[in-house]
């Protein structure tokens, strides 16, 4: 893929307390927040996006008079595609980076490209199980595989790219290291995903809390490497910590983060509720408990496999504590009932 200067460069903000952000548009969901520091041996990215943005990560760089050169220190706070993916590729231009991330994650994924062939398997598994009419079905599964032709389509434009994901300092829970002259923290935050860690920025109380909040809601990809139960933990757990700023992976910096995460808590039991009481009026299915719990406008845009994955986690909750059951339908088709 050839790397080069896109028409619209994205804005390198200083939000204070030493930290940049940069805000790059993606296909397919909703733009990703790359925070930079700048340390006395090079830049400090935590995240660094889509294998797509690459040219608008560079751009950005050099409104400030920075290349892929002046990177020295890359961490990672979870291996979805919109926060990692551009490291297959960006490793090739940026020589002198280490790369941090869970180590489990450094140990268990390997090929990313084969990794996301997975994803994209239980992706389609949650539609099947979510729509019953066929030609829905048929049109939401080809327009799932058109989004992903395109990402692996962009990495097989480049020569440069290696699928083998790169961690050179894998992370456990609580760990502290010194990059570039600055001290950070590490948590080991799992529920939206398996491998999720929290960068901490000790001197200045910033929690990067990558994707455990986005916009005041969760995202929890049940199907795929998310659990209910480790994300409530991680939340509790989190309400002990000594944050001061909290800035997200996705939208704006969260204002009140103790706030916030007690209304994210408080909105999952609401949610929980509400499935219950649909299926106490009778039999419903996946799409329709989605439906009723986040609205239909979530069908456009990439938010619906997010969407459908948070409600059906409550759903294998629900039924791991009895309360409904699932009937399996063919083709995958699942519908839920309450216990009585």
Same mark, same amino acid.
């Given at each position: 893929?050839? @790397? $080069?200067? =896109? ?15 940069? @805000? ?6 909703? %733009? ?5 520091? /700048?340390? +006395? ?17 560079? &751009? ?8 892929? !050169?002046?990177?020295?220190? *890359? ?38 490209? /084969? ?5 994209? #398997?239980? $992706? ?10 066929? #030609? ?17 389509? !962009? ?34 935050? %799992?529920?939206? +995903?398996?491998?999720?860690?929290? =960068?901490?920025?000790? #001197? ?10 986005? &916009? +005041? ?22 309400? #002990? ?16 983060? !103790?706030?916030?995460? $007690? ?30 719990? *986040? ?15 948070? @409600? ?26 309450? @216990?009585?």
């Amino acid at each position: 893929m050839k @790397v $080069t200067i =896109p028409k619209r460069i994205p804005e390198m903000e200083d939000i204070g307390d030493g930290v940049f952000k940069i @805000v790059l548009p993606q296909p397919f969901y909703a %733009p990703n927040n790359i925070y930079l520091y /700048e340390g +006395n041996d090079g830049l400090i990215l935590i995240d660094s996006g889509y294998i797509e943005s690459i040219p608008m990560l560079q &751009a950005s760089l050099k409104t400030r008079g920075f290349s892929f !050169k002046d990177i020295r220190h *890359i961490i990672y706070t979870h291996n979805h595609l919109d926060h990692i993916s551009s490291a297959l590729v960006l490793k090739s231009y940026a020589r002198n980076v280490t790369y941090y991330g869970y180590r489990a994650m450094a140990d268990g994924v390997g090929n990313y490209l /084969e990794s996301m062939l997975l994803f994209e #398997e239980a $992706t389609e598994d949650l539609f099947h199980k979510a729509f019953g009419d066929k #030609e829905e079905l048929a049109r939401i599964l080809a327009e799932s595989r058109k989004g992903w032709r395109q990402f692996f389509g !962009k990495f097989g434009e480049t020569k440069k790219g290696d699928p083998v994901l790169r961690i050179d300092v894998p992370i456990d829970h609580n760990d502290s290291l010194e990059l570039g002259g600055r001290l950070f923290r590490f948590l080991y935050t %799992p529920g939206h +995903n398996l491998y999720h860690i929290t =960068p901490v920025d000790p #001197e200045s109380g910033i929690y990067f809390s990558g994707d455990l909040i986005i &916009a +005041n809601l969760t995202a929890i990809y049940s199907e795929m490497d998310g659990n209910l139960g480790d994300y409530y933990f991680t939340l509790s757990k989190l309400l #002990e910590e000594p944050i001061k700023r909290m800035l997200p992976a996705h939208g704006s910096e969260i204002e009140d983060p !103790k706030k916030t995460i $007690t209304l994210v808590k408080k909105t999952l039991s609401i949610l929980e509720k509400g499935v219950l009481r649909r299926l106490r009026e009778g039999e419903s299915d996946l799409k329709v408990l989605m439906e009723a719990a *986040i609205g239909k406008k979530v069908h456009n845009g990439g938010h619906l496999p997010t969407a459908l994955g948070l @409600v059906y986690s409550i759903i294998q909750k629900l039924v791991l504590e009895g309360q409904i059951r699932i009937e399996k339908r063919d083709n995958g088709y699942e519908v839920f009932h309450i @216990v009585s």
